[in-house]
Nanobody, 115 residues
Framework: QVQLVESGGGLVQPGGSLRLSCGAS????????FGWYRQAPGKQRELVAT???????NYADSVKGRFTISRDNAKNMLYLQMNSLKPEDTAVYYC?????????WGKGTLVTVSS
């Protein structure tokens, strides 16, 4: 089992920055990819970024050049640095981990981009 807890969401003005954190516990060694997803009001959950065990990263086109995913294996932490935030980035952001048994999700953290 893997447990994930997100933090770092909040209200930020357009153009601002936030860093989301995700603490992972449990059978972390089985995880081969971590990711951040988001779900805006009235929309489906969508991929934001992923990072593999070998630190290969992948980003949604909408966040490329603005968001950076990273991980600290020693601390069992996953991060999402979000810069140049736009109102359309407003969503609940979820941490995700995938292993051979399936997907694990955190409860999410709300990011609101508004003036």
């Amino acid at each position: 089992q893997v447990q994930l807890v997100e933090s770092g969401g909040g209200l930020v003005q357009p153009g601002g920055s936030l860093r989301l954190s995700c603490g992972a516990s449990g059978t972390i060694f089985t995880i081969y990819v971590f990711g951040w997803y988001r779900q805006a009001p009235g929309k489906q959950r969508e991929l934001v970024a992923t990072i593999t065990k070998s630190s290969n990263t992948n980003y949604a086109d909408s966040v490329k050049g603005r968001f950076t995913i990273s991980r600290d294996n020693a601390k069992n932490m996953l991060y999402l640095q979000m810069n140049s935030l736009k109102p359309e980035d407003t969503a609940v952001y979820y941490c995700n981990a995938e292993n051979y048994r399936g997907n694990y999700w955190g409860k999410g953290t709300l990011v609101t981009v508004s003036s």
